[in-house]
């Protein structure tokens, strides 16, 4: 089994991400979609750090996961003061910013 | 033994400075007594600012292209990195100077703490007595030292790596406005799901490009372009994803969406820093993963780049004359600026990059003024950004009101502003290096964009002030130094810009 | 491969074992005795059992914090390990920048500590 199926999984789960942050509307699902295609950004990468045979993209992968958390936990700040205020998680309540 | 990687540590000082004040800051925010917070917090954070400046021009003397590349080989200190990081450092002082303005409104534009819930009692006595939140200092510093990383790093991993340095503290800033506070919540939360959304594409571009080039130093990204083995799907793929990372930052149409809401829903001030760093860091960061990292596929990808610039002008233009609020306003003319920034890319070459650094200071300064004076126009509620309640402003307040007129004349681009030169400049870029179709484009979108902006002056001097016309409040120290210091750039860079010019001319050179 | 290999790990286990067995066996000795009637309830995390908890299944907003912190805390540990398995080979540089890391992370903790984010109350 070639390497190159694990990089077609990592760009389906990145499309199912991508798909799902304009498809849904609770902010924490939006949020686990971001979540799921850096994922699949890490599973790209130790991929290819195995096809290249170099140990970089592990590295890479690395410094993707600590990114990521220090997103989540900003981010799960953000939404816990908009749900506390609105009772709300959905994107489309927050709606008084337009025109 | 693992042979350890060279470090200049005088060329990566300013970082250094950045990052250990922004760690001090946090350590004065768990020590210092509430009541001195402020003043030292602004202090220091201005200290840590000048003397980063201070290596950040001692570096300049002596850089050469034996010695920009360091740190093992991820950062690279370059007279343009140089040039970028001290405009920011310049760019960031002045909207430091504006975050410490306290006497417009006790605490100044910053919640006490914005964890507390909105309308509760609570927050009702947090709004009348308590001081702001001092750990914006902190927050800015975190930010500005990742801009200046940005802007200098020769890998993509530490560049996706700065880029959320300084976007995460910049989200949490959003959220922190004293008044309107619903508003300002629902900016820092688009912000930071439409924000997240475009690292995730810049991150899964890094990975792709990583698999095509098997390193992501710009140097073997260009060496393996220029070589053009392997599957090049996956390097222009790859390519693709990352300038939609960088295209979000910039805030290039079709992603410009967030840039309204959040430039309305921030407090002021942080709208002013992000309108000023986060677009010269972002555009730094673009402009070298484009000359130095894919300079290798021939500009292949200008015709698409070309596209995305001439919508984001007429984007820009046309939306900026259907708003009703000033900051709204603003944002959109700031997207229709990132669009004439992207046509001096696209003219390539080294006065195609003279321009973009030249605009880049010049629209900064402007802006950072403009947002300052929106600061000053207030009534019971905070600031009143509401068009209709400009008018007739010219008769409460010549000066501020002809301040702002100049300010708007900048950006409409009128001879004798820094608007004229840098939109001169780049225009003057662009036909030199081939791309007339682009400039025709641009100067169509100044026409329209010249409207809404003559529209605000008409407003402010021909009408008669109302009831509801809000006063103009003296600025402090702080606000009315950040107002001079970018009025008097907005003349002198229009009048005698040649400095600068010159300046940036020196410092359009990358090196791989 | 020879089973003195294992030794360590043999090692850490009793470490282990003999740790918990002189907390257990210190406590009675050392610490204060005082009833409580949630000492006695069973044990679930930190939530109270059931019957659901006040408010139909909504948990107090400071078990995220908690939560906040221990994720920011705990992903720190992702740059100790590649460390520690070359400590060796990384030497004393090596050393040094993570003495400084985790300084830096120490900072956050200051702040966390000061601020009261450390208080259930």
């Given at each position: 089994m070639?390497p190159?199926w694990?990089?077609?999984?990592?760009?389906?789960?990145?499309?199912?991400?991508?798909?799902?942050?304009?498809?849904r509307r609770?902010?924490?699902?939006?949020?686990?979609?971001?979540?799921?295609?850096?994922?699949?950004?890490n599973?790209?990468l130790?991929?290819?750090?195995?096809?290249n045979?170099?140990?970089?993209?592990?590295?890479?992968?690395?410094?993707a996961?600590?990114?990521?958390?220090?997103?989540?936990?900003?981010g799960?700040?953000?939404?816990?003061?908009?749900?506390?205020?609105?009772?709300?998680?959905?994107?489309?309540?927050?709606?008084?910013?337009?025109? | 033994?693992?042979?350890l990687?060279?470090?200049?540590?005088?060329?990566?000082?300013?970082?250094?400075i950045?990052?250990?004040?922004a760690?001090?800051?946090?350590?004065?925010?768990?020590?210092?007594?509430?009541r001195a917070?402020?003043?030292?917090?602004?202090?220091f954070?201005?200290?840590?600012?000048?003397a980063?400046?201070?290596?950040?021009v001692?570096?300049?003397?002596?850089?050469?292209?034996?010695?920009?590349?360091t740190?093992?080989?991820?950062?690279?200190?370059?007279?343009?990195?140089?040039?970028?990081?001290?405009?920011?450092?310049?760019?960031?002082?002045?909207?430091?100077?504006?975050?410490?303005?306290r006497?417009?409104?006790?605490?100044?534009?910053?919640?006490?703490?914005?964890?507390?819930?909105?309308?509760?009692?609570?927050?009702k006595?947090?709004?009348?007595?308590?001081l702001?939140?001092?750990?914006?200092?902190?927050?800015?510093?975190?930010?500005?030292?990742?801009?200046?990383?940005?802007?200098?790093?020769?890998?993509?991993?530490?560049?996706f790596?700065?880029?959320?340095?300084?976007?995460?503290?910049?989200y949490?800033?959003?959220?922190?406005?004293?008044r309107?506070?619903?508003?300002?919540?629902?900016a820092?939360?688009?912000?930071?799901?439409?924000?997240?959304?475009?690292?995730?594409?810049?991150?899964?571009?890094?990975?792709?490009v990583?698999?095509?080039?098997?390193?992501?130093?710009?140097?073997?990204?260009?060496?393996?372009?220029?070589?053009?083995?392997?599957?090049?799907?996956?390097?222009?793929?790859?390519?693709?994803?990352?300038?939609?990372?960088l295209?979000?930052?910039?805030a290039?149409?079709?992603?410009?969406?967030?840039?309204?809401?959040?430039?309305?829903?921030?407090?002021?001030?942080?709208?002013?820093?992000?309108a000023?760093?986060?677009?010269?860091?972002?555009?730094?960061g673009?402009?070298?993963?484009?000359?130095?990292?894919?300079?290798?596929l021939?500009?292949?990808f200008?015709?698409v780049?070309?596209?995305?610039a001439?919508?984001?002008?007429?984007?820009?233009?046309?939306?900026?004359?259907?708003?009703?609020?000033?900051?709204r306003?603003?944002?959109?003319?700031?997207?229709?600026?990132?669009?004439?920034?992207?046509?001096?890319?696209?003219?390539?070459?080294?006065?195609?990059?003279?321009?973009?650094l030249?605009?880049?200071v010049?629209?900064?300064?402007?802006?950072?003024?403009?947002?300052?004076?929106?600061t000053?126009?207030?009534?019971?509620?905070?600031?009143?950004?509401?068009l209709?309640?400009?008018?007739?402003?010219?008769?409460?307040?010549?000066?501020?009101?002809?301040?702002?007129?100049?300010?708007?004349?900048?950006f409409?681009?009128?001879?004798?502003?820094s608007?004229?030169?840098?939109?001169?400049?780049?225009f003057?870029?662009?036909?030199?290096?081939?791309?007339?179709?682009?400039?025709?484009?641009?100067?169509?979108?100044?026409i329209?964009?010249?409207?809404?902006?003559?529209?605000?002056?008409?407003?402010?001097?021909?009408?008669?002030?109302?009831?509801?016309t809000?006063?103009?409040?003296?600025?402090?120290?702080?606000?009315s130094?950040?107002l001079?210091?970018?009025t008097?750039?907005?003349?002198?860079l229009g009048?005698a810009?040649?400095?600068?010019?010159?300046l940036?001319?020196?410092a359009?050179?990358?090196?791989? | 491969?020879?089973?003195?290999?294992?030794?360590?790990?043999?090692?850490?286990?009793?470490?282990?074992?003999?740790?918990?067995?002189?907390?257990?066996a210190?406590?009675?000795?050392?610490?204060?005795?005082?009833?409580?009637?949630?000492?006695?309830?069973?044990?679930?995390?930190?939530i109270?059992?059931?019957?659901?908890?006040?408010?139909?299944?909504?948990?107090?907003?400071?078990?995220?914090?908690?939560?906040?912190?221990?994720?920011?805390?705990?992903?720190?540990?992702?740059?100790?390990?590649?460390?520690?398995?070359?400590?060796?080979?990384?030497?004393?540089?090596?050393?040094?920048?993570?003495?400084?890391?985790?300084?830096?992370?120490?900072?956050?903790?200051t702040?966390v500590?000061?601020?009261?984010?450390?208080?259930?109350?």
């Open positions: 070639t190159m694990y990089i077609v999984l990592a760009a389906v789960l990145f499309s199912i991400g991508a798909v799902g942050v304009l498809v609770n902010a924490i699902v939006l949020f686990m979609c971001v979540e799921l295609m850096l994922n699949a950004a599973l790209a130790v991929t290819f750090s195995r096809i045979g170099t140990l970089d993209g592990q590295i890479m992968a690395f410094f996961m600590v990114v990521a958390a220090a997103e989540v936990v900003i799960l700040a953000i939404i816990m003061l908009i749900f506390r205020t609105r009772r709300s998680a959905s994107v489309d309540d927050a709606n008084l910013l337009k025109y | 033994m693992v042979k990687p060279p470090m200049d540590y005088a060329a990566i000082m300013p970082l250094l950045l990052f250990g004040a760690c001090l800051g946090v350590l004065i925010e768990a020590f210092v007594p509430r917070r402020n003043i030292t917090q602004l202090l954070s201005l200290a840590a600012v000048i980063a400046m201070v290596f950040v001692k570096r300049a003397g002596n850089v050469t292209a034996a010695n920009a590349i740190a093992g080989g991820a950062i690279t200190i370059d007279k343009a990195a140089l040039f970028l990081q001290g405009s920011l450092l310049v760019l960031a002082f002045v909207s430091l100077l504006i975050f410490g303005e006497t417009l409104e006790q605490g100044g534009a910053f919640v006490a703490q914005a964890a507390v819930t909105v309308g509760s009692e609570k927050d006595e947090q709004a009348a007595k308590s702001g939140s001092t750990e914006v200092y902190p927050l800015a510093l975190f930010s500005l030292a990742g801009m200046l990383l940005f802007v200098a790093a020769n890998d993509l991993l530490t560049m790596v700065a880029l959320e340095v300084f976007s995460l503290p910049l949490l800033l959003c959220a922190l406005a004293r309107k506070r619903l508003l300002s919540q629902e820092a939360l688009k912000y930071f799901l439409l924000g997240a959304y475009a690292s995730a594409f810049f991150l899964f571009g890094v990975a792709l990583y698999g095509y080039a098997k390193a992501v130093d710009f140097a073997s990204i260009h060496t393996a372009a220029a070589v053009g083995a392997g599957n090049i799907t996956l390097l222009i793929t790859g390519l693709g994803l990352l300038a939609i990372g295209l979000f930052k910039v290039a149409a079709p992603f410009h969406v967030w840039t309204p809401d959040v430039y309305q829903g921030a407090p002021t001030p942080v709208t002013a820093f992000m000023a760093c986060t677009k010269a860091a972002a555009f730094g673009l402009i070298r993963v484009l000359y130095v990292g894919f300079d290798g021939g500009w292949q200008t015709p780049l070309g596209a995305i001439a919508l984001t002008v007429m984007v820009g233009a046309v939306l900026a004359v259907t708003q009703t609020d000033l900051k306003l603003l944002a959109y003319s700031s997207v229709a600026n990132a669009g004439y920034l992207l046509i001096g890319v696209l003219a390539g070459g080294q006065l195609g990059l003279q321009s973009v030249f605009y880049l010049a629209y900064g300064l402007t802006v950072i003024a403009a947002f300052a004076l929106i000053l126009v207030r009534d019971a509620d905070g600031e009143a950004t509401h209709s309640r400009w008018a007739g402003l010219g008769a409460r307040s010549p000066l501020f009101a002809g301040i702002f007129t100049f300010l708007l004349l900048a409409a681009g009128i001879p004798l502003t608007g004229f030169m840098a939109k001169l400049s780049v003057g870029a662009a036909v030199d290096g081939g791309q007339t179709w682009l400039v025709i484009f641009g100067v169509i979108s100044s329209i964009l010249a409207f809404p902006y003559l529209r605000v002056v008409v407003m402010m001097w021909l009408s008669e002030p109302g009831e509801s809000p006063s103009v409040s003296l600025p402090g120290v702080l606000t130094t950040a001079g210091v970018g008097i750039a907005t003349l002198v009048v810009p040649g400095l600068l010019l010159d940036a001319d020196k359009a050179a990358f090196i791989r | 491969m020879s089973l003195s290999a294992y030794v360590p790990i043999v090692g850490l286990f009793a470490l282990a074992g003999a740790f918990g067995l002189f907390s257990v210190a406590a009675p000795f050392i610490g204060p005795r005082r009833f409580n009637r949630a000492k006695l309830d069973a044990y679930e995390c930190g109270e059992p059931t019957p659901q908890p006040i408010g139909g299944g909504r948990f107090p907003v400071k078990f995220y914090l908690t939560a906040m912190l221990f994720i920011v805390f705990d992903i720190e540990i992702i740059f100790l390990y590649p460390w520690a398995v070359s400590f060796n080979m990384l030497g004393v540089f090596g050393f040094v920048e993570m003495v400084i890391f985790i300084i830096t992370v120490f900072i956050a903790y702040y500590w000061r601020r009261g984010g450390l208080d259930w109350d």
